[in-house]
């Protein structure tokens, strides 16, 4: 089995995905965020995974193809900006279409 790919893995949301993913069994988990001075970080604290990675260079290397894709085995993606507050659209387009877009190409292509 390959690894599982969760953005927004330190999320409320998402740290309960891996969270039910590790009582299945799975530690086999790259999870994807940006941690910056929040506290979510404390929602990794309980969970089994083999790495963290910051979004920008997630992104990054993605873009680059730097991933091996036969080793994915999914990808669940929460990663986005949820606050209701937030005015800046370019940084939303950037962050919630457009990553999400990048996503879904790479899985479409390696199936």
């Not at 969760?6 to 309960?16: D, W």
């Not at 986005?80 to 899985?107: K, V």
Request: proline content about 1%; some cysteine.
């Amino acid at each position: 089995m390959g690894v599982y790919i969760v953005t927004g893995g330190s999320g409320l949301i998402g740290s309960a995905v891996v969270w039910e993913l590790n009582r299945n069994g799975i530690d086999d988990i790259l999870i994807v965020d940006h941690l910056g001075t929040s506290d979510k970080w404390k929602n990794l604290a309980p969970l089994r995974y083999d790495d963290y990675m910051e979004k920008d260079d997630f992104r990054e290397k993605l873009a680059a193809g730097k991933f091996d894709h036969s080793k994915i085995e999914g990808i669940i993606h929460l990663g986005a900006c949820s606050a209701t507050t937030e005015r800046d659209a370019s940084y939303l387009i950037e962050n919630n279409f457009r990553y999400t877009a990048m996503l879904a190409q790479f899985a479409v292509e390696h199936n």
